[in-house]
Structures are given as C-alpha cells and as structure tokens.
C-alpha cells in the first residue's frame, strides 16, 4: 500500500502532507517553513529531509511525530536540491552549481564538486546507490561514479552529455541494475532517453511545447512527460522508434492526461503501475488511472506544489513508537581536505544498516536515534547494538536447527523400526 507526498509553495498550513491517495485523507502533516523543489526525500522509513527554500536550512521530521522538526541543520547557502542514496547512506545537496555529498551516519562532508557553469536542477541515483546523475541549467547532464567522488579531491565525470540547449528541467533514472536508463526533459522541448552503461544517446523525442517533469513506471513500458501548458504525454518504450529522433503527435489524444491548467513540475508512478501522480503550478495534485487516463482524486493546495511523489506506507506511519533504522548526523559546513584519506576507517564506516529478515526480531532490535550525538558515541552505540542482535540471532537459529535435527532423527529411528517388524 501506497501514500502520496506533497509540498508547496504557501507554507500557510504545512511544509509537506501526507496522503492516502484514493480516498484524499490527510495521514501526516509536518510543519515548519517551505520545501524547495526536487528537496523532499524520505530516508529510510524513519524520516523526513528537506531543504528549505530561501533559507540555508535543512529540516528532518520523524515520520512518527507530526508537525514536530526533529532537527535543523544550518547550512553555508540555501540548499536548492537534494537526494538520498536508495542504500540511505549518503545525501547529495546543490548550492547554486555546486554539488556536496554528505554521509548521513555521521555528517561528514565528503565530496564538493563543481563541474555545472549554472545552477544545479536536479540530482538522481542509480538503484544500486553507485552511480548519480547531475543536471543544470546550462543544459548539462553529468554521471558521478560515487566510489570515485568519495576518494578523489579532484573528480571528473564519468560521462557528460550537453546536448540539450536549453535549462534541464527534469531527470529520471530507471531502476534496472543491469542497463539503467536516465531521461531528461528540457525547456527546449525535447526529452532525451540515455544508457548510462555505456553513454549513448538512445532517443532524442521532440515535443511541441517545453517540458518540466519526467517519470517511468517501474516495469519500464511506458514514459510520462509533464509540459509547461499542463499537459502529460505518455510514450510506448516497447514500441520504440526505428530511429533516434522521433517527433511526438499531440493530436494522438489517447496518449495525453489532461486536466491540468499550468505547467506539470512533479510526476510519478505507483509500484503497482496502476497509478500516476501529477502535481502542477496550478495548485493542486492529480491522481490519474493509467489504464483510462482518467483523474481519480484531485488533492487540492494553496500554492504551486514543489514535490510530490508516491511512497510506501511506513510503519512509522501508523505507530507512535520510534525505531529507527537509518542515523543521521547534522551535516558539516566546510570539507576537511585529506579526512576521508587518512583514516580507512571512515573509508569503510558506510553503516549499511538493512531491516531485519525476520519481523519477530525487529521488537528485540532497540535502536534509538542518533541525532545531535558525536561520532564516538555513535558508533559505539551501533556496535552495541548490532552485536546484541547478532548474538540473539544466533541463539534462535541454533536452537532451531538443534530442534529440526533432533526431530529428523526420531522421525528415521521410527521409520527403521517398523521396517523391521
């Protein structure tokens, strides 16, 4: 079961809802400030992140505690987009064309890189957390290789692409592990599909109108691309053209949602496939039914809407109770040259803290948050616990195989038996 993440750009009753998407229901409201567009991410299950939009802020709420900030981190500029790894180690923040990485576990910042000539519009990873991609307004599109940012002073990219001739307004990158795809939408009004595995250009698709949002379902069979007039295109990926460019009909109506009266900035996909979400300046966020392209649900806002996308419901959600998973640390200001070098360490000290696989030991597992502590406590806090589990973990499968063998072994000296009569 899904939800369905808002900001906008009043402020005037919440800086992000959370909603039940078919019925409209208000769940979660988290108060404090404005969420600036493409920097709202959940982290892990456990919180909310965002940067604040003109201030030098970042915020993160706890899932459970609505309306309540359950830290403030003060930043050296206002922070216009952020992302989080998938793995929830590490967080990708742009001021103006700079990119800092940080790791959440600790708040080390570990990477500044400057390669964007204009400001950053939007950051996304790979699925596998090893790769993201970068694009600006200058038009350029910039693949990072992670493992080369966190040991290098001095990165370059592993591919760079500036085809595009106007501000890139929009990313996605597709989940796939083996070949992932990224899209990019532009104000010149083309979207462009690239492989990231080997750099090429894999379609150039010509709209006529400029283009600000850009999503792909997760079984990747069809691509939605939201315009400044409103309009949301669906493209057919498994009937792909014969040749790399492609000129898209705006009169093939059955390929269009429309409903929308200002520009689409923020779309996306349901896990099921069944639904997409669309989110406008025209101050509300559509619901729409991928299979008759009608609109479901309309959520109505008091401003422009600065984010919206659909997330699983957490557990946190529907608890008041407080296990967190995921330790984030206030971020640093300023990188410390030579820090990550010289101590292996911290080269390693990634923290990739998985959910238990059995949910009858996530009661036993007393993890607290971490926020505001030092490293030192930190650590020794994680390893404390991870130990703890280990060893409990440990106990239940030996009894249980003692069990099973003990139970296996009656069962044979039986059978024999009666063989034997």
Request: proline share 4%; glycine share 6%.
């Amino acid at each position: 079961m899904e939800v369905v993440v808002t900001s906008e750009c009043s402020g005037q009753l919440w800086n992000t809802c959370i909603w039940e998407p078919l019925t409209g229901t208000t769940l979660r409201t988290f108060k404090g400030g404005i969420s600036g567009s493409q920097s709202l991410c959940v982290v892990g299950g456990d919180y909310l992140i965002a940067s604040i939009k003109d201030k030098p802020i970042i915020q993160v709420w706890a899932l459970n505690r609505q309306d309540q900030i359950t830290t403030k981190m003060i930043m050296p500029g206002i922070v216009q987009v952020l992302a989080i790894s998938p793995c929830n180690n590490f967080c990708v923040g742009a001021l103006s064309e700079q990119l800092l990485v940080w790791q959440l576990s600790t708040g080390k910042l570990v990477a500044s890189l400057r390669r964007h000539y204009q400001n950053v519009s939007d950051v996304k990873f790979t699925a596998d957390s090893s790769r993201f991609v970068s694009a600006g307004a200058e038009g350029l599109v910039l693949l990072w290789s992670l493992e080369t940012v966190l040991h290098s002073k001095e990165c370059e990219p592993d591919s760079t692409w500036s085809d595009h001739s106007l501000p890139v307004t929009g990313l996605h990158v597709t989940k796939s592990l083996i070949q992932p795809l990224a899209f990019s939408v532009s104000l010149d009004q083309t979207c462009k599909i690239r492989d990231l595995n080997t750099g090429r250009t894999l379609f150039n698709i010509q709209f006529g109108q400029p283009l600000r949002s850009v999503a792909v379902d997760h079984a990747e069979e069809s691509c939605y691309v939201g315009s400044q007039e409103g309009k949301i295109y669906r493209i057919d990926l498994l009937d792909p053209p014969r040749g790399v460019e492609q000129m898209v009909d705006e009169t093939a109506s059955k390929k269009m949602f429309v409903g929308h009266e200002k520009a689409v900035t923020c779309l996306s996909v349901s896990m099921d496939g069944c639904h997409l979400l669309s989110g406008s300046d025209d101050e509300s966020a559509r619901v729409w039914d991928m299979a008759s392209g009608q609109c479901v649900r309309i959520l109505a806002h008091r401003g422009p809407l600065t984010n919206a996308f659909f997330a699983p419901r957490y557990k946190h959600l529907d608890t008041d109770k407080f296990h967190p998973r995921v330790i984030i640390n206030t971020f640093e200001k300023k990188r410390h040259d030579g820090q990550l070098n010289a101590d292996s360490d911290t080269n390693i000290q990634l923290l990739m803290r998985c959910p238990p696989l059995m949910e009858s030991f996530d009661s036993e597992r007393q993890s607290n948050s971490l926020l505001g502590k030092s490293e030192g406590q930190a650590s020794s806090e994680v390893v404390q616990n991870e130990l703890s589990h280990l060893k409990y973990v440990n106990r239940q499968l030996y009894a249980f195989a003692v069990d099973k063998i003990l139970k296996n072994d009656t069962t044979c000296t039986t059978s024999d038996n009666k063989k034997r009569k």
